[in-house]
């Protein structure tokens, strides 16, 4: 009898099995030894999927259709990633669903809670008095032994900032770098550091950053000299593309120091005592550590779909799914110089001389690996997500790598993520150079036939100011359409790699009715669809792009574009694009590129129809740009100043060339031996170049530095004048640094400050008023109605406004003429040049 008992128990345990098969449940509350029914759900992600795995080895009843792996509400958290094998796979009959149940909220988290906190019982040794009273500790958990600890800490999932210098958003200028000795002069610190175990810099280069680990500071007189470990210290001071950036018109390459308890000094920053294992944190307006919940990513991986060449994963389809709380530390165990788009750099050197046998003018190596994402997935097809979540990431969210077909993530949220949103296609293989093109032997790792629909990029690239919203490396046959793409700190979207108009696998990608906007936060050399060597049957088409941040440390003010095609982009069709300008690069391009009918003139429907469909813009109820303030662009007209030392400037000469670069030949301007371009150019640096090439014996002078800009905008009446003149004056700000700093200042207050003098302004009917400068030379130009004086408008800037001469009178004392004046001559007018 106990015999039958134990059989028919057992009969009924595998028929309640097969039944449920089809459905499989997970809940906080689970247990991974019970059956994965609604009522017996299981714990985790890896028990569900093993006993799907199990139901199609075994050819149960069950994998006919369609298998729903249903996680109940909660937040799961991850000792180690998922990882989902070939042996995984759905198939077309039975696909396998990873999904939240209804109603559900469902985060598979790869962090830490930080608890225990507390009120410190004495005097922390190095933390600054300002903090001493201010600060909250709690120990470090025991999870982190073994590993670098964390770069990242979330508090109520609102990321604090780990403890730098200088604070807030500001940062320092370095003096000079050394190649040699692999060095970097900095303005000497405003306290001393006891200790720079774990000490980094954090470094602006033109299109990327650089994080580097300090190994020796040494500090004499105003400054302080780094040095920095390996391998970063080489990488960094052998490749020449990015590198700091030296300049006296733009300013040096800017910097800050993190990761000392000297720098937690306001609300906000965090601290990893080591030694101690302690976390100090000073908390912000209105956080309670008592009942906040303060998250350290452990995990670097929350989910890997890992198939094989000859065996790939497929048929896996994740929805309304979280994915959190994700570190990177690869910055602290080797330091992190990327080359572009977020790629590290593993070696790279320059050429000397340049050339290769792929490209004559090549001047640099590199060789790169990929940067940690959330999410990543290898030799796959039929993989889908669609309305997830990607937040509080360090690296990459989504990395659809190698060898993925058919795939899609529609609908889903990609916010706070330190590098790029979603990543696709191999930007070259392991040990290979990352200029040859990409024609790999067996073509089944190419990334294929792709779609990325309806995202939302939001708060994206906030680790590495370099990496891109949405970066397809080498993929064919791909789409990526009606996405919205906000607050990223470079481009929008870059399609391509290798810098190379020969053949590559690399062909028929669509970019098409994206919106793509509030973008370039931090670096330039930027647009919001950058692309890059040849792609035959590509098409960028009815895409919005709008609103380029004034990025308040960018190496070239003015180097930033709507659209770019970069070095050996070929064979690619940009049509029907909306951008406020016309403001494009096409640098080194290939041949049969095909550029119809973009810019601000695009039918406004194209414009109004780009971006998310009408059943996914709940989303941007997560948009972030509105959080921030900087000043959006404008494309403008540049100034450029020609300096004769010697002999006179042949006029036809210039002339011609400004017909020949599309430049007005009649803005130019002339006072004694200064003559001033003023007019759009398409690449200020790159006509600088120019104009050194052919007037070798002028001296080139670009006003990079538009410090400030009045127009009609700050009106009650703000209409137009149809045509303008431009009057240019030009004067020197006095050699005192402190005044110099004083008289920005106003200027950049100003209309705060004093409304005043813009409303003097308005009442003169000046159209617009900019100001450049170069070092200590100021250029002024006011723009007037065409047939109208400065003689007859200017007097009105004053009428029943003593505020514009009581201004007028503070800044006499900010400035001088420039060489050449008379005595007591301060500003002087520049005459238009009429050509013959």
Request: proline content about 5%; some cysteine; hydrophobic content about 35%.
């Amino acid at each position: 009898m106990k015999r039958l008992y134990k059989f028919a128990f057992l009969l009924i345990l595998i028929t309640a099995t097969a039944v449920a098969g089809a459905q499989v449940y997970v809940s906080p509350e689970g247990n991974d030894a019970s059956t994965g029914s609604k009522e017996q759900p299981k714990a985790s992600l890896q028990s569900a999927l093993r006993q799907v795995r199990e139901l199609r080895r075994l050819n149960d009843a069950a994998t006919k259709s369609p298998i729903h792996i249903i996680i109940q509400n909660g937040i799961y958290a991850l000792q180690e990633p998922v990882v989902i094998r070939a042996e995984d796979a759905g198939t077309a009959q039975s696909p396998t669903f990873i999904e939240a149940a209804p109603g559900a909220s469902v985060v598979l988290s790869g962090g830490v809670v930080i608890t225990g906190w507390k009120k410190p019982g004495g005097t922390i040794t190095n933390l600054p008095s300002i903090a001493q009273a201010q600060v909250w500790e709690a120990p470090l958990p025991d999870a982190f032994d073994g590993l670098p600890g964390f770069r990242q800490l979330w508090v109520n999932n609102t990321k604090a900032t780990r403890a730098k210098w200088p604070n807030g958003g500001e940062m320092e200028r370095i003096i000079s770098w050394n190649k040699k000795d692999e060095s970097c002069q900095i303005p000497k610190l405003p306290v001393a550091i006891k200790d720079i175990n774990g000490l980094e810099m954090f470094i602006h280069q033109w299109w990327e950053i650089a994080n580097l680990r300090i190994k020796q500071m040494t500090t004499a007189g105003d400054s302080a000299k780094l040095l920095f470990k390996q391998p970063e210290s080489r990488i960094q001071s052998e490749h020449p593309w990015p590198a700091p950036w030296i300049s006296k018109e733009t300013g040096n390459s800017a910097f800050y120091l993190s990761n000392a308890i000297e720098f937690l000094d306001e609300p906000g920053e965090w601290y990893i005592d080591r030694m101690n294992r302690k976390i100090y944190y000073w908390p912000r307006t209105g956080e309670e550590l008592a009942t906040a919940r303060v998250t350290a990513p452990l995990l670097e991986n929350l989910v890997a779909i890992q198939g094989t060449i000859d065996e790939p994963v497929s048929h896996i389809h994740f929805k309304n799914i979280g994915f959190e709380h994700v570190g990177w530390n690869r910055p602290s165990l080797q330091g992190h110089v990327p080359h572009q788009a977020g790629m590290p750099m593993t070696e790279a050197y320059k050429l000397r001389p340049s050339g290769t046998a792929e490209k004559a003018s090549l001047d640099n190596q590199a060789w790169i690996t990929r940067p940690g994402a959330a999410v990543t997935a290898s030799f796959a097809r039929d993989i889908s997500f669609n309305g997830c979540r990607f937040e509080h990431i360090a690296s990459t969210g989504l990395d659809y790598h190698m060898g993925i077909k058919s795939s899609k993530v529609n609908g889903s949220l990609f916010k706070d993520i330190g590098g790029t949103a979603i990543l696709a296609g191999s930007f070259a293989d392991e040990g290979m150079e990352i200029h040859l093109p990409y024609n790999p032997k067996d073509e089944r790792v190419v990334t294929d036939s792709i779609t990325l629909t309806n995202n939302l990029v939001t708060d994206a690239t906030n680790e590495d100011w370099g990496s891109v919203g949405i970066g397809l490396g080498y993929t064919r046959n791909s789409t990526v359409a009606n996405n919205d793409i906000e607050n990223v700190n470079y481009s929008g979207i870059s399609m391509g790699w290798g810098w190379s108009p020969k053949p590559n696998v690399m062909r028929n990608n669509k970019v098409l009715a994206n919106k793509i906007h509030h973008f370039g936060k931090q670096n330039y050399d930027c647009a919001g669809i950058y692309t890059l060597s040849a792609q035959p049957g590509s098409l960028i088409s009815g895409n919005y792009i709008d609103s380029i941040y004034k990025a308040p440390y960018a190496h070239l003010p003015s180097h930033w574009f709507y659209l770019y095609t970069d070095e050996g982009s070929s064979h690619i069709t940009i049509k029907d694009n909306w951008t406020r300008t016309q403001k494009y690069l096409q640098n080194n391009n290939g041949p049969g590129n095909q550029w119809i009918n973009n810019g601000p003139e695009v039918n406004e429907a194209i414009r109004l129809k780009a971006g998310l469909q009408d059943s996914y813009k709940h989303l941007l109820k997560e948009s972030t740009y509105k959080n921030i303030t900087l000043p959006v662009n404008s494309e403008h007209e540049e100034l450029v100043e020609l300096v004769v030392t010697k002999g006179k400037l042949n006029l036809v000469q210039l002339r011609n060339f400004l017909k020949e670069n599309k430049v007005d030949p009649n803005s130019v301007y002339k006072w004694n031996n200064r003559y001033v371009i003023f007019d759009k150019v398409q690449d200020l640096s790159v006509f600088q170049g120019k104009l050194k090439k052919a007037f070798p014996d002028v001296t080139v002078r670009p006003y990079y530095d538009m410090y400030y800009q009045f127009d009609r905008s700050r009106c009650d009446n703000k209409q137009t004048a149809k045509d303008w003149e431009h009057i240019l004056l030009t004067a020197n700000l006095v050699a005192d640094n402190k005044k110099q700093k004083e008289y920005l200042n106003y200027h950049a207050t100003q209309f705060e400050q004093w409304p005043e003098i813009a409303k003097g302004f308005c009442n003169a009917d000046f159209q617009r008023l900019v100001m450049f400068r170069n070092g200590r030379q100021l250029m002024l130009v006011i723009s007037i109605p065409k047939g109208k004086t400065l003689d007859e408008l200017n007097p009105k800037t004053t009428e029943n406004n003593p505020r514009v001469a009581e201004w007028n009178k503070l800044m006499a004392q900010y400035q001088e003429g420039i060489e050449g004046t008379k005595k007591g001559e301060v500003w002087v007018f520049l005459k238009k040049v009429i050509g013959k």
